[in-house]
């Protein structure tokens, strides 16, 4: 790329990037941040053809969120079940009505069934006797059950219920023995995954685990506006398994969850919210009753009343907890040992501190999941054809051993998508992905997107060992993206220039990724760094360049997410961090926008960082160059912003007040955010509607593959 960055810039030290993983990534065979979207088979007819069916077959086959299987005692093999992996062996099918999801939910064969409409309970509170070896999974974010959910009875097993949203049983009275209407009720069933839904305003739970049910793992679930929420037992036989994990408590009353008589239970990285001024009051938290046996780990209680209770004949171990404005019993102890749930499965905690970011922006349903968009079967493409796969791999068992001699052997001006599949290591080495080169996916193929690692540490000033100069800020990249249509999915790509041992390099910008071309899609990565991390440019002043960032973490301390192109930055962590010799100030972005363009979106996200309050700017206008015609965009939106982020968020820049570009904030959340004011500007309601993602990238719909 042409070098076109003159500003100075301020130097800064290499920390470890402290991060999670806001989905079930962290255990062998979880599913992966942002999978591949897939078709979705066949919308429910009553006589699918036996050619539709092998059709549909092949679909389900070949679509990433119906192979996906759970984490946490869910995976454990157990009572003749492999693991919990739902329908994926059998059809997909897309229903919209009350008797499409009823006839595939209770059918005795396996389905994959997509919910892609909102569907009423008739009668209020029915719940649909989910039978075995289902998947039942929203449409994006459109898939909702109204006044009913589901039951899962004695025996019934291999279910997974995904991205829903299962809501509105409730009408005045709370806990009527005659409306006892749950979401997810779930009596003597074994082997269940319950995720990524947003449940709230039930008559009486949103998930009742009971009845010895077992092999359970819930996860990523946003549950709010109840009284009891989330009950666990009523059984004499102390032999359940559950793991429950970045689960959102928010504005509930009790059983939150209540877990009685659970032989091992595993609870780690939720997050517990009561707010003052608010209608619902917590009686309690987490409460461990019986003999259950509970391991609570790295969770965040906030404002809750009795955050850890147990009784007497519970026992309770508690590791890496925080607590912030709580009331109450907080309690440990008692008689058995505390069990290690890394002898059943593998796991990642995220610090307690990042919970609260972590599971505002990832809990609830995923626009992406189970979805390329509501259409009817006739109006689907035809499925795409297979990529063609490269395998990379350190050990030597894959075609290369490097990402970039993979990147060399995919054919110039391809006309289809090349995976190049990454498995799981460390690659110390340069990668640049030519313009020549389109339609290329950098994936990492491990549970988790720390599995894979793509690291240099060249710096802006880092002279060439050819002797032609200093590779100058863009040439700095680890990664370089510049052919169109290209994706980077499930690994990290860092930058680990250590400026406190080159404090002789004189220009000390170090960028991790850069992109520089259209239609690019990052789903699921980290982007590590400290000084212009992320660098997301266009392949010329005139060139369009698009770009699409989800459920990623990006980290730095300065302008570290900057450049000229237009892009969404979506349902993601963005981590502030101190520079190299310890000090808290810095920008988040520092967009370089054309006057006739759009620049950066930031958008349901969160913005954090273990810095002083208020040190940090959400950013500041780059006029590269010194050139006054641009005109620097970035909107900052529905996204909770913490302590980090200064009153006044924006900021000048050599010589180019902010005030003459367009900066604004709309709906954020959080300590770090504020009233409008002259130096906080936000949109109004018409102005934040004429901002989002589908009128920022136009006629593109990012589509990971």
Request: a positive charge; proline letters at 5%.
């Amino acid at each position: 790329m042409t070098e076109y960055r003159s500003k100075p810039r301020h130097r800064r030290r290499k920390t470890a990037l402290v991060v999670g993983l806001p989905l079930a990534l962290a255990a062998a065979g979880a599913m992966t941040y942002g999978g591949a979207f897939g078709l979705f088979g066949e919308t429910a007819q009553p006589h699918a053809s036996a050619a539709d069916a092998a059709a549909s077959k092949a679909s389900a086959a070949n679509t990433a969120w119906a192979r996906e299987s759970a984490d946490g005692f869910a995976s454990v093999h157990a009572l003749g079940q492999k693991g919990t992996y739902g329908g994926r062996d059998g059809r997909t099918v897309t229903v919209r009505t009350l008797a499409e999801l009823e006839r595939y939910a209770t059918a005795p064969e396996p389905y994959v069934i997509v919910v892609a409409a909102t569907i009423r309970m008739n009668p209020v509170g029915k719940e649909i006797k989910v039978a075995s070896d289902k998947t039942i999974v929203g449409a994006g974010t459109s898939g909702h059950l109204v006044g009913g959910g589901f039951f899962l009875g004695k025996g019934v097993h291999n279910v997974i219920i995904r991205n829903l949203t299962i809501r509105d049983s409730y009408q005045g009275t709370w806990n009527e023995k005659d409306r006892d209407f749950d979401a997810v009720q779930v009596d003597g069933a074994h082997h269940v995954w319950i995720d990524h839904n947003d449940l709230r305003r039930m008559a009486d739970g949103l998930i009742d685990l009971r009845k010895d049910s077992t092999y359970i793992t819930v996860s990523w679930n946003k549950l709010s506006d109840n009284n009891k929420t989330f009950g666990i037992g009523w059984t004499p036989h102390a032999t359940a398994q559950l793991t429950i994990h970045h689960n959102w408590f928010r504005e509930t009353g009790q059983r939150n969850p209540s877990t009685d008589n659970v032989a091992r239970a595993h609870l780690y990285n939720n997050f517990l919210q009561d707010l003052p001024g608010t209608a619902i009051t917590s009686a309690y938290g987490n409460y461990a009753r019986g003999r259950t046996n509970m391991v609570l780990e790295n969770s965040y209680f906030e404002g809750v009343h009795n955050p850890v209770t147990r009784d007497a004949t519970a026992t309770v171990t508690q590791r890496g907890n925080a607590f912030a404005r709580t009331t109450g019993r907080n309690e440990s102890g008692g008689s058995a040992p505390a069990f290690d749930p890394r002898k059943f499965y593998p796991y990642t905690l995220d610090s307690a501190s990042a919970v609260p970011a972590l599971l505002t922006s990832g809990a609830g349903p995923r626009a992406w999941m189970g979805t390329t968009g509501p259409a009817p079967a006739s109006a689907q493409p035809a499925p795409r054809a297979a990529a063609r796969t490269l395998t990379v791999a350190k050990d030597g068992s894959g075609q290369f051993s490097t990402v970039q001699k993979a990147v060399d052997a995919v054919p110039v001006n391809n006309a289809s998508r090349v995976e190049i599949a990454v498995k799981p290591g460390t690659y110390r080495e340069l990668v640049k992905i030519p313009a020549n080169k389109p339609h290329v996916t950098l994936r990492g193929t491990g549970s988790s997107r720390k599995d894979t690692v793509i690291v240099y540490n060249n710096a802006a000033g880092t002279p060439k060992p050819d002797g032609s100069g200093p590779y100058g800020t863009g040439g700095s990249a680890t990664v370089a993206v510049e052919s169109d249509d290209s994706q980077l999915r499930n690994l990290t790509v860092s930058n680990d220039f250590d400026e406190a041992r080159n404090q002789h390099v004189q220009n000390q910008q170090a960028v991790a990724l850069r992109t520089a071309a259209d239609r690019i899609v990052l789903d699921g990565i980290i982007a590590e760094g400290d000084q212009d991390t992320l660098l997301l440019d266009t392949a010329g002043r005139d060139r369009l360049g698009r770009v699409h960032v989800s459920g990623s973490y990006i980290t730095g301390n300065v302008d570290f997410v900057f450049g000229r192109a237009t892009a969404v930055i979506t349902q993601s962590v963005i981590t502030v961090k101190k520079r190299w010799n310890g000090t808290s100030a810095g920008y988040v972005t520092a967009p370089s926008t054309a006057a006739n363009r759009k620049g950066f979106l930031i958008t349901h996200s969160a913005v954090n960082g273990d810095v002083s309050p208020r040190s940090f700017h959400l950013g500041r206008p780059w006029h590269a160059g010194g050139d006054a015609t641009l005109r620097p965009q970035a909107t900052i939106r529905n996204t909770r912003l913490s302590d980090a982020i200064k009153p006044a968020p924006w900021t000048d820049m050599s010589g180019f007040s902010w005030k003459k570009d367009r900066f604004a904030e709309y709906g954020n959340t959080g300590p770090g955010a504020g009233p409008a004011t002259g130096d906080r500007p936000h949109l109004s309601d018409a102005q934040a509607a004429a901002q989002t993602a589908r009128t920022w990238l136009g006629d593109w719909t990012p589509t990971p593959s």
